[in-house]
């Protein structure tokens, strides 16, 4: 999605108010956002902040079976 919107990692970074390592870092599925961070994320670049961590609900219920 970022790079949809022709941002890079700094102009994200920047603009939500995080480090480009905490960028990649989400990008990379290598850790996850807060919560207030994701919404800022997913509101910048027009997509649900519940998708930083839909993954993890799926891999918790394939668990569960």
């Not at 790079?3 to 870092?25: P, Y």
């Not at 800022?40 to 519940?50: D, N, Q, S």
């Amino acid at each position: 999605k970022r790079k949809e919107r022709n941002l890079t990692r700094a102009e994200l970074a920047q603009t939500v108010g995080c480090s480009q390592r905490a960028i990649a870092g989400y990008e990379l599925n290598e850790r996850k956002p807060s919560i207030p961070m994701a919404k800022r994320i997913g509101a910048e670049l027009g997509f649900p902040w519940t998708e930083f961590f839909e993954a993890d609900e799926n891999e918790k219920e394939e668990a569960e079976e």
